[in-house]
């Protein structure tokens, strides 16, 4: 069940209109030649993410003193996520974050990717935890004071962006929630998370359905579990987990009825 953990759409021409929406930092950055403006481009019109990572590499290594650095890194951070590689994308979005302590585009990427690989016997899983938890409230305060990035959205697009940068706050919270058993928060997290994104998650959803089933919410869950079967785009997965989840909670519903 592990999904990309942002809900952009990382085309070229998205990408370079929305990352630099993703700091609270008002000064935009500015290229200082052609040849890094050049280099710049190479990350957004890269074909694949190992070629972004390549791209972003150059940037910084070539570049050392690029105002495009925390773009750069939270780039290839985003990259290695979609190859699976939780471990370099954390190690990729803390460098954004050094390199622009307000940019909770990166902030938020780490604190799902600790709550997500965390386990229940970690010796190190109280610090993981509670630095993804720090990180998402953090994020939180950025994300509301963030100025609009770029004149030309609308007022309206920009609340919008901005409820979904909240939404994967939220569920950085429920996932930690979830890590540590407490279901009832798990619960009150997701669910606010699924109410402020823009478009449902499926996995989300399971998630959320299963914080609901421990808390003893079951109908609630049974009600999502069929969006999530119900729904054309959840991967065969994600319905698998919520189809067996369904059969768990109709047990529960039928011992408590006796």
Same mark, same amino acid.
């Given at each position: ?14 990408a370079a ?14 290229p200082?030649?052609?040849k890094?403006?050049? *280099?710049?481009?190479? $990350?957004f019109? !890269? &074909?694949? +993410?190992?070629?972004? @990572? ?8 070539k ?20 190859k699976?590689?939780?471990e370099n ?6 460098q954004a ?8 585009g ?6 799902n ?22 990180l998402?409230?953090? *994020?939180?305060?950025? $994300?509301?004071s !963030? &100025?609009k +990035?770029?004149?030309? @959205?609308?007022?309206?697009q920009?609340?919008g ?12 919270l429920?996932?930690a ?5 407490n279901?009832a928060a798990?619960a ?23 914080c609901?089933?421990h808390?003893g ?10 969006k999530?079967?119900?729904d054309p ?20 519903k039928?011992e408590a009825?006796?």
């Amino acid at each position: 069940m592990i999904r990309p953990l942002t809900r952009i759409l990382f085309c070229a021409a998205l990408a370079a209109a929305l990352v630099p929406a993703q700091t609270a930092n008002p000064k935009q950055p500015q290229p200082k030649s052609q040849k890094e403006l050049e *280099a710049i481009q190479a $990350i957004f019109q !890269a &074909p694949d +993410p190992d070629a972004r @990572i390549a791209a972003a590499k150059e940037l910084v290594t070539k570049f050392a003193d690029t105002e495009f650095k925390a773009t750069a890194f939270y780039v290839g951070a985003f990259s290695y996520q979609q190859k699976g590689d939780l471990e370099n994308a954390i190690v990729w979005a803390e460098q954004a974050v050094e390199a622009d302590p307000k940019f909770y585009g990166a902030m938020l990427m780490i604190a799902n990717a600790l709550a997500l690989r965390t386990q229940e016997f970690d010796l190190d899983r109280e610090e993981k935890l509670g630095r993804a938890e720090k990180l998402a409230k953090q *994020a939180m305060e950025l $994300i509301n004071s !963030a &100025p609009k +990035p770029r004149p030309d @959205i609308t007022d309206e697009q920009w609340e919008g962006a901005k409820k979904d940068f909240l939404a994967q706050a939220h569920e950085a919270l429920g996932l930690a929630a979830l890590a540590r058993k407490n279901y009832a928060a798990c619960a009150s997290e997701l669910g606010t998370a699924a109410s402020l994104a823009s478009q449902q998650d499926p996995s989300l959803m399971v998630r959320l359905a299963n914080c609901q089933i421990h808390s003893g919410k079951i109908d609630e869950a049974l009600a999502l579990l069929d969006k999530v079967l119900n729904d054309p785009n959840a991967v065969p997965q994600v319905k698998n987990v919520a189809a067996q989840l369904k059969v768990d909670a109709n047990k529960k519903k039928a011992e408590a009825a006796k």
